[in-house]
């Protein structure tokens, strides 16, 4: 099975990197792809350039084996669609392979909203992680997605090359991008919340407000 993790990663923070281990692990996969967006659709842009998130992911993942990254939609120009980035993917693996896709049940809440979205089952599985705090609707369209397409174990999605909805609970560990720009902008640290090599280059590179 093919892995992906979408985001901002605005910055990479160990919430993301633990949740792409504990997903290897359990789904028992080689690599996962983290595959950061260039320009969000649905939310405020991020707070630094893609080239410098391209470059924390990477010295996030370091020489960890188990994690790539897949930085497609930094290649392409405006929004960053991820239909389009999954139908890229399906071209490259071909119709057989398994693709699944990750996402927080907060994104997956206005799963309606994204471009294209009624085409996303065709192309990939879904795999919903849940986070504190978000319920997900049964009566949304996200919610009737789930519930028709329902996997009950993550074998299943190993066994088709897409078209399954799979809702894990994994131990999330409480920690969000906007909490570590908040600290920054704000001249408190983030220390622990964040690879080492991270915050050493945001100092470094002056990003996300630090003042000196
Ligand atoms: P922001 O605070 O800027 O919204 P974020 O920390 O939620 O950022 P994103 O880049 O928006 O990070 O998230 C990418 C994916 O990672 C989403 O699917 C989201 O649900 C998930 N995610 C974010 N934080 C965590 C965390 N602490 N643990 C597990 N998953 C997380």
Redesign the pocket.
């Known amino acids: 099975m093919h892995l992906i993790?979408?985001?901002?990663?605005?910055p990479i923070?160990n919430?993301?990197l633990?949740?792409a281990v504990e997903l290897r692990e359990r789904l028992g996969v080689p690599r996962v792809a983290l595959m950061p967006c260039h320009i969000p659709p649905h939310?405020e842009q991020p707070g630094t350039s893609s080239d410098d998130r391209l470059h924390l992911l990477e010295l996030a993942i370091g020489n960890e084996p188990g994690l790539h990254v897949d930085p497609r939609e930094l290649g392409r120009s405006g929004a960053s669609y991820t239909a389009e980035s999954l139908r890229q993917l399906r071209k490259e693996l071909g119709d057989q392979k398994s693709i699944a896709m990750?996402?927080?049940t907060?994104?997956f809440a206005s799963f309606h909203k994204w471009q294209d979205w009624q085409s996303i089952p065709d192309l990939a599985h879904i795999i919903i992680?849940n986070?504190p705090g978000v319920d997900l609707d049964p009566d949304s369209e996200a919610g009737r997605l789930l519930a028709e397409r329902q996997a009950k174990e993550a074998a299943e999605l190993e066994a088709s090359p897409a078209g399954l909805c799979f809702r894990m609970n994994l131990p999330?560990?409480?920690?969000?991008?906007?909490?570590i720009?908040d600290r920054i902008r704000s001249g408190r640290s983030p220390r622990y919340l964040l690879p080492d090599r991270v915050w050493e280059e945001i100092q470094a590179r002056q990003l996300y407000g630090l003042k000196s």
């Open positions: 993790f979408g985001g901002t990663f605005d923070h919430g993301h633990r949740l939310r990750v996402v927080g907060d994104s992680v986070r999330l560990l409480a920690i969000s991008a906007t909490g720009r």
